[in-house]
């Protein structure tokens, strides 16, 4: 399985931007797809995961992150709005095929390579 995280940059507060993550090797029927991210010197956080169709949110984005996929592109895309400075990070998606605590790095066997997302005036 191989995953290609795009979309990254720099926005200002308020905000908006788009992030795809191609997914190859595997189609998503058969996975969890989970988006993480990192600020420096911080802990890997959870954002959002899509599993069986539904979308999971962690606290600091629900209602203003949303998820989705294009199965005839193999992307899963993570709509952010409303951007804030502490949304700063890199963004990671990761995916697994086996069962486990989905809001934890650790189940994820994949991992993309990341981008940069910068919310700054």
């Known amino acids: 399985v191989q995953l290609q995280a795009s979309g990254g940059g720099l926005v200002q507060p308020g905000g908006s931007l788009r992030l795809s993550c191609a997914v190859s090797?595997?189609?998503?029927?058969?996975?969890?797809i989970g988006w993480f991210r990192q600020a420096p010197g911080k802990e890997r956080e959870f954002v959002s995961a899509?599993?069986?169709?539904?979308?999971y949110f962690g606290n600091s984005v629900n209602g203003r992150f949303t998820i989705s996929r294009d199965n005839a592109k193999n992307t899963v895309y993570l709509r952010m709005t409303s951007l804030r400075p502490e949304d700063t990070a890199v963004y990671y998606c990761?995916?697994?095929?086996?069962?486990?605590?989905?809001?934890?790095?650790?189940?994820?066997?994949?991992w993309g390579q990341g981008t940069q997302v910068t919310v700054s005036s």
């Open positions: 990761a995916t697994t095929a086996s069962l486990g605590n989905y809001y934890s790095w650790r189940t994820y066997e994949y």
């Open positions: 899509l599993i069986r169709g539904a979308g």
């Open positions: 090797g595997f189609s998503l029927d058969d996975l969890a």
